[in-house]
């Protein structure tokens, strides 16, 4: 079995008959760090439905990168329903998703949705940039 040894940025097989059919080497220079991207909730509107005998308080809740204003996608939003439930949803290519509580009577006129999180991938989320944080839902 042959020996590897490892110059400046260079790998080189010394020795023959080795079972490695992959070598991998790190390039040479400094080391790259990719910048966090920085999101904030852009809007919250209310998705709520009803029907004879309950309702179900929704909330679309759409993102944006703090730099550049865009949509950001594949970032989970999580959320709190008062009265309700805590429920979570992952962001589309339109930087929106749509978290839904539990069914509630009809004698419950309202709800609080308020974001409580939202985490994804090399991305950092900033509440104080939100344009949006919370929103009182009214029975339909």
Do not use: E
């Amino acid at each position: 079995m042959g020996n590897l040894l490892l110059t400046t940025s260079l790998l080189t097989l010394v020795g023959t008959g080795s079972p490695n059919l992959l070598a991998y080497s790190l390039g040479s220079g400094t080391p790259v760090v990719v910048a966090k991207q920085v999101v904030a909730v852009k809007s919250i509107v209310a998705a709520s439905t009803k029907t004879r005998t309950s309702w179900t308080p929704g909330a679309t809740v759409s993102l944006r990168d703090v730099s550049t204003g865009a949509a950001v996608a594949n970032a989970t939003v999580t959320g709190s329903f008062y009265p309700g439930v805590t429920k979570s949803c992952v962001t589309l290519s339109t930087g929106s998703c749509k978290l839904t509580s539990t069914v509630l009577s009809l004698k419950t006129v309202a709800t609080t949705f308020s974001v409580t999180n939202v985490a994804g991938t090399n991305m950092t989320y900033d509440s104080s940039q939100n344009l949006a944080a919370q929103l009182i839902l009214i029975r339909p």
